[in-house]
């Protein structure tokens, strides 16, 4: 029988479950000894769950097994009982249509998994892009005691004893195939050299960004952002995460007193300074959303603008993770930052009880190379552009640190794709009206219109002005594209085509100016003929014939918001908190 509760401790949610000498704490207790566990284990014990995105059709998680054994070992150390439990896995590299059309199913899995199973704490296994906002934003919905384990960047890709970067390296020789300057040999002789071992992509990816945004935000311990997947340091770090979620329990320590507005602040100055990818916009606002924090697209330009970017990383430098990690990864970052007086909330509170500067405050730097001096940044502002006119009402995102400086400000005719299969059909084509001055303009390729928003913002330009030397071009869609792109690329705009956006009336010819550095993007023609070409056409048309099908494809577009809103459901936004349900008998 459950020995009395301690009244110095908080009371436990798994309690509910295991404390009790009924009928029902009898049943939750038997089932779960079938698995071995001796009873004193169900004494009153912290119940860990480990939320573990482990799948080998996610590559970059695929070592997530071991890495869970660790976080098991430290949980049982300090005093808790783990109990491991797999969600849906979003792996950006198998995914299709894209990861990101599951992120938010990912994180109702998340969501009700914890509120429905006796855990008292989580720890969340994250990976690839989307398993880390997907999870964030499901534990952010429970509001429980809450710590990210990533697990961390695959080693320096290699090709003919040159370091090649995950992601970067596959745009790089796409183009230089379609340019004549490499053969297809040389092309496929990367492959294979590009993945070298277990964990996310080298360089500042998405997958990168995000380690670095749960760190900035305080939800994981200093280091877990940059240590190599293969790395023992990664083990260790697991380890003491583990040990860290039993403490949060005993001091209550939940996520919605990590993630308040000075820490999504301290998140949004760091994806500055490290050359961050634009999908940072879309998970911030979603995972600030489920836990109640008012985060609008224009403080990306208030907080974000005007630092500089100091990380020199590939897809905007030279280097790669496994640099960036020995250099002294985030934490001599955010020294920097701070020393500068550039990190607005120093004060902010982190998953290990200190303060975000009490963990930085005295980090170790060891390479002004990888991580530079504000007196010598890669960029001098590497704040993400949010853009505005009549072409983005509700704005655009546009990343300078990856953008070719001439062409931040560029008045040009577009050269117009109805959908990604019109773009993919017509690029290479020798008779495309196309030249080095003109704009690249992808629709339909939004949250509804390509059910998800896939990475196809970045689009590849035309063989033939590669041929002539072009490597860069203002690109314009309601797209994303991957972290590990770059490019002069104008992404996110919203509302998008598929949801009646000006962006669907934009014709070949037209002219459209884009000035990154005013924030603006404006289509040239007057309001009345915008007006007169939208009330032409019904641009929803292609997203509710896709809808009808149903299933969770119609569930998503019927119900996704747009990007400057984050791409979360509208009925998922908010903190729902993790009342202990009904019993099941």
């Known amino acids: 029988m459950p020995s009395p509760k301690n009244a110095n401790k908080p009371t436990l949610r798994s309690a509910e479950w295991f404390g009790s000498a009924d009928k029902n704490g009898f049943m939750y207790r038997s089932w779960m000894k079938n698995q071995g566990i001796p009873d004193h284990e169900f004494q009153g014990k912290p119940i860990i769950g480990i939320c573990n995105t482990w799948s080998e059709l996610t590559p970059c998680n695929a070592h997530f097994r071991k890495i869970a054994d660790h976080v098991k070992q430290g949980v049982l150390e300090a005093g808790g009982y783990p109990v491991e439990f797999p969600v849906f896995s979003n792996g950006e590299s198998n995914l299709r249509p894209t990861a990101m059309f599951t992120r938010n199913l990912a994180s109702m899995d998340v969501e009700e998994a914890i509120r429905g199973n006796p855990i008292d704490a989580v720890v969340l296994l994250v990976g690839c892009d989307k398993t880390t906002p997907a999870l964030l934003m499901g534990a952010a919905s429970c509001d429980i005691p809450t710590i990210v384990v990533t697990g961390g960047p695959m080693l320096n890709g290699k090709q003919e004893g040159r370091d090649i970067g995950s992601g970067t390296v596959v745009w790089r020789l796409s183009e230089e195939v379609k340019a004549g300057k490499i053969s297809m040999h040389d092309f496929m002789a990367a492959e294979a050299g590009m993945s070298r071992s277990a964990g996310t992509c080298n360089t500042m990816g998405t997958a990168s960004t995000m380690a670095c945004m749960a760190e900035s935000l305080g939800v994981s311990l200093p280091h877990n952002a940059a240590i190599p997947a293969v790395d023992s340091r990664r083990y260790v770090l697991a380890h003491l995460s583990g040990n860290r979620i039993v403490e949060m329990v005993e001091e209550d320590l939940r996520l919605s007193k990590v993630l308040t507005r000075g820490a999504f602040e301290n998140a949004i100055r760091t994806n500055a300074a490290i050359g961050g990818s634009t999908n940072a916009v879309i998970h911030l606002k979603a995972i600030a959303g489920r836990i109640g924090v008012d985060l609008a697209l224009d403080d990306w330009t208030r907080i974000g603008r005007g630092t500089p970017t100091l990380v020199d990383l590939q897809p905007s430098g030279r280097f790669l993770m496994e640099e960036f990690y020995y250099a002294g990864g985030l934490p001599a970052v955010l020294r920097r930052l701070g020393e500068a ?4 909330h120093k004060d902010a509170l982190t998953v290990n009880g200190k303060t975000l500067w009490e963990n930085v405050s005295e980090a170790p730097l060891y390479n ?26 509700k704005g655009a995102v546009l990343k300078p640190s990856a953008a070719t400086p001439e062409l931040m400000t560029h008045r040009g005719r577009a050269v117009v794709f109805e959908d990604f299969d019109d773009y993919k059909a017509r690029i290479n084509d020798p008779d495309l009206d196309v030249d080095a001055d003109s704009v690249l303009v992808m629709k339909h390729c939004g949250p509804r219109g390509y059910h998800g928003m896939a990475e196809v913002g970045n689009m590849g330009l035309p063989a033939k002005l590669l041929e002539q030397g072009v490597t860069d071009m203002v690109r314009l869609s309601d797209a994303r594209m991957s972290g590990t792109a770059y490019g002069t690329v104008v992404l996110h705009v919203a509302p998008e085509a598929a949801a009646g956006g000006p962006l669907a009336a934009v014709r070949n010819g037209d002219w459209i100016e884009l000035d990154a550095y005013a924030g603006k993007l404006h289509l040239d023609i007057d309001d009345e003929e915008l007006q007169a070409r939208l009330a032409e056409h019904d641009p929803t048309q292609a997203s509710r014939q896709i809808a009808s099908s149903g299933g969770y494809r119609q569930l998503y577009i019927e119900h996704v918001l747009q990007a400057d809103e984050g791409c979360d459901f509208d009925f998922l936004v908010g903190c729902r908190g993790a009342e202990v349900p009904r019993h099941s008998h």
């Not at 007086?341 to 607005?344: D, Q």
């Not at 504000?374 to 009549?390: K, T």
Request: with cysteine.
């Open 341 to 344: 007086e550039r990190l607005p």
């Open 368 to 393: 002004d190379e990888v991580i530079r001096p504000l007196d010598n940044p890669l960029v001098e502002d590497g704040g993400m552009c949010v853009l505005h006119g009549n072409l983005a009402p």
